[in-house]
């Protein structure tokens, strides 16, 4: 099994291909923005046309480095795989189930390192669904990580090693629909290359194929592909043989489908047919669990790729953590690129994000210094020290304090860690210290 990382000339990882972290058993929270050397003992930060060998979990594994433009490439090597990386397996209900051996939920995938409920929900199903070929129906708002799910469940699949194929259903038209889905044979009609066409259907044979944007899909088109559901075959334009379709269906829509199927827009009989296992997807405004551990991994993503240092303010933290992201994870990854490229000092500040995130934040806070009350609808006192105590005593009680109000007001440890301007593991430990 291979896979490819790409690293700057300091030997920074700021890309990974989505199997490393089964290879490797790195995920990819800790493996973007590590130095190589440090992530892989035995490997030497320098070009050589014989492979380097590392030891990773007891395994022998070889690294081949090349030389790009601007950077330099990673090929991880493990000759000695058995099929086994990167298979999800169903365990007795679910529990620890879905994961490669050696690795734990919340470990290896970057989806499998966010906190939040919703996400660990999905995860859970991924588990389960992966090691069957049930047709799979994601539906999430744009911008989700709708891909990035189907791409997971393929390569936790048994079909890993076989094609994984996309198609967008909203940017082909119309009349290209079927020839892209099945393909044609030479000279079905004028105009067509004259050694024929694969489609998806057959460029993914044994393989999955990732279906995008279902909804927009035509009618017509509906009931050909309903065709290949039921029979498992297909035909070619211009063929009368059909041939046999061995490939798992993967759908994303960000539409509802059930209110389209009700205008008449869906056919109810394909919408049943995909809907064997429906994930959906929660937007980011709903899980503000997972934007501090996203907001970290693209900042140090970007900071290593193009070899700058860049911090996030307590306050740049806080409006980002309370924005409403309507483009989701695809957004905050195109901000945080710009923002660390554009960002004149090292630290981004309040003043570095857009409008819009800086007068939400705005407007949040305005609100809350209007009308600042507790639960009981009273305004909140400031603290105060009455008396005279030793300075470690103060700040405890003054600290004891804070973090009550702040769990009172935030929905997560890393909304108060973001509040407060510290890690989210500190305010961990001191909730543990304040429990004991």
Known sequence: MLTIARITTSGEIFWCSSNWPYVTGFSFLKTIGSKAPELLPGYELHLSHQAQSVILSKRKLYVHTFQLADSQVLILEDREDNGSAGLITAGQNGAGAGFPQGMKPGEGNLLFDLPSPGMKGVIASIAKVAATDMTVLIHGETGVGKEGIARLIHESSKRRYEPYVILNCGAIPETLIESELFGYSPGAFTGADRTGKKGVFEEAEGGTLFLDEIGELPLASQVKLLRVLQERSFKKIGQPRAIQADVRIIVATNRDLEAEVAAGRFREDLY?????????????????????????????????????????????????????????????????????????????????????????????????????????????????????????????????????????????????????????????????????
């Open 272 to 436: 049943y047919r995909l809907c064997v296992v429906p994930l959906t997807i929660p937007p980011l405004r709903e899980r503000t669990e997972d934007i501090y551990p996203l907001l970290q991994f693209f900042l140090k993503k970007f900071t290593a790729k193009y070899g700058l240092s860049r911090t996030l303010s307590p306050r740049a933290i806080r409006s980002l953590m309370s924005y409403s992201w309507p483009g989701n994870i695809r957004q905050m990854e195109n901000m945080m690129e710009r923002l660390v490229v554009m960002a004149e000092e090292e630290e981004i500040t309040l003043a570095d994000l857009p409008v819009s995130v800086r007068e939400q934040a705005r407007q949040q806070e305005f609100a809350q210094e209007s009308g600042p009350a507790d639960a009981d609808g009273q305004e909140e006192k400031p603290i105060k020290i009455h008396k005279i105590l030793p300075l470690k005593e103060a700040t405890a009680i003054v600290e004891k304090e804070l973090l009550q109000m702040a769990r009172e007001r935030c929905g997560s440890t890393y909304e108060i860690a973001a509040m407060l301007g510290v890690d989210q593991s500190t305010i961990s430990r001191k909730f543990k210290q304040l429990s004991e």
